[in-house]
Structures are given as structure tokens and as C-alpha cells.
């Protein structure tokens, strides 16, 4: 099949394929004419491609958790070890995100909102520049 009907059957923009190729997460092969030549494989592997991107993984995770696919020997340890870090990881972005909304909320909460020029959301933002600015822009 060729990368609109593969793009079409495994969610992914054509873009995006040409792209996975480029990088060597996949290697469809070349008709004779030089255009691609999927097999249902290659979709497979994109839409594995695109579940793991979905979930969060990065390119190389994916790399390596292709690997660990394609590997018939692999132990399964090493997958769950995988997708741990990467939770460890989303749990810490989710923890900052918490952190981050709770600050807004406070600072959302101290402000009027009326006419007057007084704003605390403004002034904790100049004050975490000056902050920076003392610290040599090291924040």
C-alpha cells in the first residue's frame, strides 16, 4: 500500500511517516518506481508508533520499546522497567502541573479584577523576574 492508504490505516499523518523513516523507526520497503511499498507490518509498526506516542513515550522510548517488540527473546522486565521510568515521569510532570495551577489559583484569588491599576498577578511576575535578574539569570 502506499503512505496515504498506510497514513489512512494507522492514524498517522503522512508527515509523520516520513519522518519515522527518516529517524529508522521504520523501514518500509521501495517499489521500483521509488515510492514506498507498505506491508501490513509497517502499519502494525505505525500504529504502535502512534499508541506509545499517544501514551506519552518519547522517540527513543519508542525506539527502545519497538526493540523490545520486534525482540521474540525479550523479558518482559525490561518493558515494565521502561514504562515505569516514564510513569515516574508523568507523575512528576502532574505534580508540577498541581503546583503550577496552585499558584495561579492564589494568585487569581488575590486579584480585584476591578478598575484599579494594582495587581498582584503582575507584581509576582516582576518579582520573579527580579529574582532571576539578582541570580544572574540563573532561575
Not at 480585584?112 to 511576575?125: Q, S, T, V, W, Y
Amino acid at each position: 500500500m502506499n503512505i496515504g492508504e498506510a497514513s489512512e490505516a494507522s492514524g498517522l499523518p503522512a508527515k509523520t511517516i516520513r519522518y519515522y523513516e527518516e529517524i529508522g523507526l521504520i523501514r518500509p520497503r521501495r517499489d521500483t518506481n521509488g515510492y514506498r511499498a507498505f506491508k501490513a507490518g509497517d502499519v502494525h509498526k505505525l500504529a504502535f508508533l502512534a499508541r506509545a506516542r499517544a501514551l506519552g513515550f518519547s522517540i527513543e522510548e519508542c525506539r527502545a520499546l519497538l526493540g523490545l517488540y520486534e525482540d521474540e527473546t525479550r523479558a518482559s522486565e525490561n518493558v515494565k522497567a521502561l514504562a515505569q521510568e516514564h510513569l515516574h515521569r508523568v507523575d512528576t510532570k502532574i505534580a508540577e502541573l498541581k503546583a503550577l495551577r496552585a499558584t495561579l489559583d492564589e494568585l487569581i484569588a488575590a486579584c480585584a479584577g476591578d478598575h484599579r491599576p494594582d495587581c498582584p498577578i503582575l507584581a509576582d511576575l516582576a518579582a520573579g523576574n527580579a529574582s532571576r535578574e539578582e541570580n544572574g539569570g540563573a532561575n
